[in-house]
């Protein structure tokens, strides 16, 4: 069984910055492609960001595009999602999840349903 387990959420006001982790403990995900999702209270998850296994290829929403980072360390088997100048909008739980999808160019890994495996969340609060 996969296991994910996302950190890094807090309490930040806008402009400030917040880096999430997602380990993999079991170091299975090594060839999954690792995305990030947030979901906002009465809002349903959307995209965020997606990196793919050998990190080559990084996706992101035009949301957080410029401001966010999505990174992965193999050999810490984790994830991360650096995420700067952020905005009360980004107040949400995220979550790291995993895909054995292989996709490229445009519209990759942005559908929850390209996932296998997720995490518990981790929640973030952006005050103005």
């Known amino acids: 069984q996969v296991r994910l387990v996302e950190s890094g959420g807090g309490s930040v006001q806008t402009g400030g910055s917040l880096r999430l982790s997602c380990v993999n403990p079991?170091?299975?995900?090594?060839?999954?492609?690792m995305g990030w999702f947030r979901q906002a209270p009465g809002k349903e998850r959307e995209f965020v960001a997606a990196?793919?296994?050998?990190?080559?290829?990084?996706y992101y929403a035009d949301s957080v595009q410029g401001r966010f980072t999505a990174s992965k360390d193999n050999a810490k088997n984790t994830v991360y999602l650096q995420m700067n100048t952020l905005k009360p909008e980004d107040t949400a739980v995220y979550y790291c999840?995993?895909?054995?999808?292989?996709?490229?160019?445009?519209?990759?890994?942005?559908?929850?349903?390209?996932?296998?495996?997720w995490g518990q969340g981790t929640e973030v609060t952006v005050s103005s």
């Open positions: 999840a995993a895909s054995h999808f292989s996709c490229s160019g445009g519209g990759c890994y942005e559908s929850p349903d390209e996932y296998d495996y």
């Open positions: 079991g170091r299975q995900y090594r060839n999954f492609a």
């Open positions: 990196i793919k296994w050998d990190g080559r290829e990084t």
